[in-house]
């Protein structure tokens, strides 16, 4: 009898170890749980990995020196490059579209750092808005997150339907997806949205609910506004509008596309590439797009490097691909360096930065910052 109460004791003593663990493991499945939620609730805080270097560099002295904030962002990036349309700068800093998340960094932060936040869809693309930040793909799929919200909420939905209604013509994206290719988005000061496509914008003004199409010829890349004056960089020039996007000038044509347009002091710039010469050059307006003069031009390529170019013994030219003004300088990015010019454009002066293998530079602009991203190529 007491063996027995023995054994029955023993397998109790078992039961009450058991019973505990199995509390613990549930106890500490479930906080995992919740952690997990709740990282997709908070911002993810990024910036330890020393070994990221080389993504994008920033200047708040007009280029005169650099400090790599490259720290925290996905590694992949230091060989593939940050997509074009992947990243932008406004007055809350520079946002960056990678992986699965938008990065954020600060534009007064003195130390590489990013705020991550995780992102709910495929899109590739940023544009800032109006009152926040759109995120949208090729194929016309598009997002929106308002400022000083979390969530990302579909934006016009409907805009497909319509623009395959108002626009009946039988391209490529067509033929293959029955849809209309997307290679823009742009929303005015005034709440008018824009979608740049093949041959055509779409212009909304009553927050996509219908939309307007506007024939313009090429594919339509970028666009920017200035007191009234919009502008569009297209594969067939530089466009203006004066009447909130309704009718369309081709301004600067070279026989090839617009690279670039942007707002500088009293005006614009642009950058458009010249198909005889096989070169891109800058030009500048100070009327709101009037009339056009072509600066920089001792930042052409010498004849002797075009000509090794085309017979193939050199891969780049010297390619002028981006321009943007920071206070009192005009800053160039060209695919050998970065340039800066305080006399608009007369003369230029070669910017030192921390070695890099790349194709270039591309720019973007946020008050008395500035930040450098080595193009890595296709």
Not at 271 to 291: E, P, R
Not at 294 to 316: A, T
Request: proline content about 3%; hydrophobic content about 35%; overall charge positive.
């Amino acid at each position: 009898m007491k063996h027995m109460f023995y054994l029955k004791f023993k397998k109790m003593k078992r039961l009450f170890v058991f019973v505990p663990a199995i509390f613990l493991v549930l106890f500490l499945l479930n906080s995992f749980v919740l952690k997990e939620k709740e990282a997709k609730k908070k911002p993810i805080k990024e910036g330890k990995s020393s070994a990221i270097v080389n993504i994008i560099f920033k200047s708040a002295d007009g280029g005169q020196t650099w400090q790599d904030i490259s720290e925290g962002l996905p590694e992949k990036l230091q060989r593939e490059g940050v997509w074009r349309d992947g990243l932008f700068a406004n007055d809350r800093g520079l946002y960056l579209r990678a992986g699965n998340g938008v990065y954020r960094s600060e534009p007064n932060s003195t130390t590489p750092f990013w705020t991550k936040e995780i992102f709910p869809g495929e899109q590739r693309n940023i544009a800032p808005g109006k009152n926040g930040i759109f995120a949208y793909n090729f194929r016309g799929q598009f997002l929106q997150k308002i400022n000083g919200k979390s969530d990302w909420s579909p934006m016009y939905t409907n805009f497909q339907e319509q623009a395959v209604r108002l626009n009946r013509t039988k391209d490529w994206m067509y033929t293959n997806y029955k849809e209309k290719q997307v290679s823009s988005v742009f929303e005015t000061a005034g709440g008018t949205v824009f979608i740049g496509s093949n041959e055509a914008i779409y212009k909304s003004t009553n927050s996509g609910k219908t939309w307007k199409y506007v024939h313009v010829g090429g594919w339509v890349m970028k666009m920017i506004e200035s007191n009234g004056v919009l502008l569009a960089a297209s594969s067939q020039g530089i466009l203006r509008s004066t009447d909130d996007g309704e009718n369309w000038d081709r301004v600067i044509s070279e026989g090839g596309a617009g690279i670039a347009v942007e707002r500088i002091d009293g005006g614009f710039a642009a950058i458009v590439n010249n198909t005889i010469t096989q070169t891109n050059s800058i030009h500048i307006s100070l009327d709101s797009g009037k009339t056009w003069n072509v600066i920089g031009e001792e930042l052409q390529p010498s004849w002797s490097s075009l000509l090794m170019k085309k017979i193939g013994l050199l891969k780049s030219s010297s390619d002028i691909l981006s321009i943007k003004q920071m206070g009192k300088y005009l800053i160039c990015g060209r695919s050998d360096g970065i340039f800066r010019s305080s006399d608009m454009g007369k003369t230029w002066k070669k910017l030192l930065l921390p070695a890099t293998e790349n194709y270039g530079f591309n720019l973007s602009v946020s008050g008395n910052v500035i930040y450098a991203i080595p193009n890595k190529g296709c």
